[in-house]
């Protein structure tokens, strides 16, 4: 059984992945990591995000790169979104998915295109979403969880410049795939976003 799961930033859909995960005993890949693993070495290479030679020299990394604490920072999201635009890339990172969805016994993957291009025949998909607003003030507590000082405003604007450059692109844009279930979880504290959630891949298999 392949589930997947796909939504913008900070709007629960990794949370969601993890509980679904657990409950069907399936193992999970949490997508952004590839994205935010190229992005960040971009970065620590010293070079530019929005070169994509830069961007495409980054992604041979090893799997030990996938469990780096960098790779939670807003620099590596940022940087995430710009290289993920790039379709060399995209190309570069999709067998290593594709795998991974494939495995004997299925799989729940989390992303923006999983639905759309990397299981476009997963068994149940979900497109998880919440307003802006929300989604900000959940990755403003995150953030100031981890001792960081950041402001809701500059998180909001953040969240807003990658909604953004992820819809806008022509390679995979974040969209939500016709036969997607849609979750918006913007009034749902997580244990009821995860039971919508679960409800609605049960009433999918
Ligand atoms: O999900 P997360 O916030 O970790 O993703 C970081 C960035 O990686 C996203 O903003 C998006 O640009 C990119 N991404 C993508 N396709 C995916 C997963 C993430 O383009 N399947």
Do not use: N, W
């Amino acid at each position: 059984m392949i589930i997947a799961v796909d939504g913008p930033a900070a709007s629960g859909k990794g949370t969601i992945a993890k509980a679904l995960a657990r409950h069907f005993g399936l193992p999970h890949l949490d997508t952004g990591l590839l994205y935010r693993a190229v992005g960040l070495g971009v970065l620590r290479a010293g070079g530019d995000p929005a070169s994509p030679d830069d961007a495409l020299a980054a992604c041979h990394f090893t799997d030990d790169m996938l469990d780096d604490t960098g790779l939670k920072s807003e620099a590596a999201a940022k940087a995430a979104s710009q290289v993920s635009a790039y379709p060399e890339v995209r190309a570069a990172l999709l067998q290593r998915q594709k795998d991974f969805a494939g495995q004997p016994g299925g799989a729940v993957l989390d992303g923006r295109d999983i639905g759309t291009v990397i299981a476009p025949h997963a068994d149940a998909k979900l497109f998880v979403t919440a307003s802006a607003e929300v989604r900000a003030e959940r990755r403003h507590r995150e953030l100031t969880g981890l001792g960081l000082t950041v402001h809701l405003e500059a998180v909001l604007h953040d969240i807003r410049a990658r909604d953004e450059r992820d819809s806008a692109r022509s390679a995979a844009p974040l969209r939500k795939a016709e036969d997607a279930a849609l979750l918006d979880t913007s009034d749902l504290g997580i244990d009821a976003a995860v039971q919508r959630a679960l409800a609605l891949v049960e009433a999918r298999i």
